[in-house]
């Protein structure tokens, strides 16, 4: 679509709705909100444009979820080796995402997340050692910001790794809404060192803000009245999901 196409009505209320959607997503499972906007937006506009949309609802709703829990502190705490290393490896293959073809990479994480996700619902779990967390760390969020900076999505390996810590619910969605929050604010300094965030996309992402955080605003009513064995079966069942929608869009 031609960039004055970007502004017409229709088009802004699809937006609006794709990320309304995309919040509740998130809402009720600390996740998704990049992804399934970028399932609709994809068929919209163009994947740069629709990449640099999504940054500003995806770190705003990240900063409510990031300060929405009471355990802030000690979660940097206990993360800062993978969020250092994110950050890192983000910026060093930022310039994949921007002259590279990833859709076989795309293809594969897909495929990833949805056999974590079946392993997890038939009932396997990855332990880990508390000795050995802090190096894995390192390792999980250094090749978490390389497929970030090669694919523009950040949940493998961080989001099985989070989940595998024991957190409760809250504190997972919280810890979720840090990790997202720096490969966010690293994936938008790649693009932004690479000259590719346009300045229209930019405004419309400002405008998607309200229905993103509408959407994550009702996601979370509906997370707080649920039991932990459902929220758990809904986390499990985005991830299928995700991996799906990704594995259809890099076909």
Same mark, same amino acid.
């Given at each position: 679509?031609?960039?004055?196409?970007?502004?017409?009505?229709? *088009?802004?209320?699809?937006?609006?709705?794709?990320? &309304?959607?995309?919040?509740?997503?998130?809402?009720?499972?600390? %996740?998704?909100?990049?992804? &399934?906007?970028?399932?609709?937006?994809?068929?919209?506009?163009?994947?740069?444009?629709?990449?640099? %949309?999504?940054?500003?609802?995806? $770190?705003?709703?990240?900063?409510?979820?990031?300060?929405?829990?009471?355990?802030?502190?000690?979660?940097?705490?206990?993360?800062?080796?993978?969020?250092?290393? &994110?950050?890192?490896?983000?910026?060093?293959?930022?310039?994949?995402?921007?002259?590279?073809?990833?859709?076989?990479?795309?293809?594969?994480?897909?495929?990833?997340? &949805?056999?974590y996700a079946i392993w997890t619902l038939a009932g396997k779990k990855i332990t880990v050692a508390a000795q050995h967390e802090k190096s894995?760390?390192?390792?999980?969020?250094?090749?978490?910001? $390389?497929?970030?900076?090669?694919?523009?999505?950040?949940?493998?390996?961080?989001?099985?790794?989070?989940?595998?810590?024991?957190?409760?619910?809250?504190? *997972?969605?919280?810890?979720?809404?840090?990790?997202?929050?720096?490969?966010?604010?690293a994936l938008a300094l790649g693009l932004w060192w690479h000259n590719a965030l346009p300045v229209q996309s930019l405004s419309l992402s =400002?405008?998607?803000?309200?229905?993103? $955080?509408?959407?994550?605003?009702?996601?979370?009513?509906?997370?707080?009245?649920?039991?932990?064995?459902?929220?758990?079966?809904?986390?499990?069942?985005?991830?299928?999901?995700?991996?799906?929608?990704?594995?259809?869009? =890099?076909?």
């Amino acid at each position: 679509m031609t960039s004055s196409l970007a502004f017409e009505p229709a *088009l802004v209320m699809m937006i609006a709705a794709t990320f &309304v959607l995309a919040g509740m997503v998130k809402g009720v499972t600390g %996740m998704g909100l990049p992804t &399934v906007a970028m399932g609709i937006l994809g068929s919209l506009i163009s994947p740069v444009a629709a990449a640099a %949309m999504l940054l500003l609802p995806s $770190l705003i709703s990240n900063l409510f979820q990031f300060g929405g829990g009471r355990n802030t502190g000690q979660l940097l705490k206990r993360l800062w080796p993978m969020l250092l290393t &994110v950050v890192v490896a983000t910026l060093l293959a930022s310039a994949w995402i921007t002259g590279g073809d990833t859709t076989r990479t795309q293809f594969a994480l897909g495929v990833a997340l &949805v056999a974590y996700a079946i392993w997890t619902l038939a009932g396997k779990k990855i332990t880990v050692a508390a000795q050995h967390e802090k190096s894995y760390s390192l390792v999980i969020g250094f090749v978490t910001g $390389l497929l970030t900076g090669g694919t523009g999505v950040f949940v493998m390996p961080a989001v099985p790794w989070i989940q595998s810590l024991g957190f409760e619910k809250d504190e *997972l969605v919280q810890a979720l809404g840090i990790s997202f929050t720096f490969s966010t604010l690293a994936l938008a300094l790649g693009l932004w060192w690479h000259n590719a965030l346009p300045v229209q996309s930019l405004s419309l992402s =400002a405008l998607a803000i309200v229905p993103a $955080l509408i959407g994550q605003w009702l996601g979370t009513r509906v997370r707080r009245v649920i039991s932990p064995q459902v929220f758990k079966r809904c986390f499990l069942f985005c991830l299928v999901g995700l991996g799906i929608e990704m594995i259809l869009r =890099a076909a």
